[in-house]
Structure formats: structure tokens, C-alpha cells
């Protein structure tokens, strides 16, 4: 085998090893983080919409978990109350397997949240916030 043959098999071997693989594991993730958006904005619409008849006993927003882990853990200072198992909604793990979190406020124009903690699988964003801190998704949904 001549010396270019060699060397040219040597840079097809480096490709297939260290190239390739995190370009599938980075395409893998952005399919899953895609997921959890698409089924998180499914279910803040279901919530949405049946708040809209929902008559309000109590001011205080109820937190429900779809499955998944049960390991789900809380970055400091995030002030989350425990939330209720659900399978309500017959929500599927999120795409790293922990469960969703579903803020479903107890009055009209307030705004239902869907949160995924993620590939880490640690909630890191504060409970009422309306955006994702970390890697955390969330989506929301105005009740009218």
C-alpha cells in the first residue's frame, strides 16, 4: 500500500471516529429538544383551554408531573412546590425521560406553564417565570 493510500485511510478512520458521532449526538438532542417543544405547547394548550371553564376554588397555582423519573431534582432557589402525579393529560415522559411540569393557575389571564428540565434533568427554572433558565424548556399559554 502506497503512502497516500495509507494516509488517506488514516484521515477517512479520524473522520469516522471523532467527526461524525458528536455530529449525530447534536442532531440527536436538537430532535428531542424539538419534541419537548411541540409536546409542552400541546399540552399548555389542553390546560389553556379548560381553564377557560374551570371555576376557581382556590388563588393558588397547582403544579401537576406527568411520568417519568422519579429523580427529578430542583436547582437552588427555584421555589417549587411539590407537585401532584398526573396522568391526565396522558403526557409521555419528556424526551430525556423526567416528567413535565404543569403550572395551572387558578385565574383567568393568568398564564399556564409546560416545563422540561432538560437534558441535565434538574429544574433550574424559578417557579412563575415565564421563560426557561438553563437548559430547562418551557412553554406557555395565556388562558383567556
Do not use: C, H
Not at 3 to 13: C, N, P, Q
Not at 98 to 105: H, S, T
Not at 106 to 130: C, I, L, R, W
Amino acid at each position: 500500500m502506497s503512502g497516500r493510500r495509507l494516509a488517506g485511510a488514516l484521515v477517512a478512520i479520524a473522520i469516522l471516529t471523532f467527526v461524525l458521532p458528536p455530529l449525530a449526538a447534536r442532531q440527536v438532542n436538537a430532535r428531542r429538544v424539538d419534541r419537548a417543544q411541540a409536546e409542552a405547547g400541546r399540552v399548555a394548550d389542553l390546560v389553556a383551554g379548560a381553564a377557560d371553564e374551570r371555576a376557581a376554588a382556590s388563588r393558588e397555582a397547582l403544579v401537576l408531573a406527568g411520568p417519568g423519573s422519579t429523580s427529578l431534582k430542583y436547582a437552588e432557589a427555584t421555589r417549587w412546590p411539590q407537585p401532584r402525579a398526573t396522568t391526565t393529560f396522558s403526557l409521555r415522559p419528556d424526551p430525556w425521560g423526567n416528567p413535565y411540569l404543569v403550572v395551572v393557575p387558578m385565574e383567568q389571564g393568568a398564564t399556564v406553564a409546560v416545563v422540561s428540565a432538560g437534558p441535565n434533568g434538574v429544574v433550574e427554572t424559578k417557579f412563575g417565570a415565564t421563560a426557561g433558565a438553563g437548559d430547562d424548556l418551557v412553554v406557555t399559554r395565556l388562558i383567556r
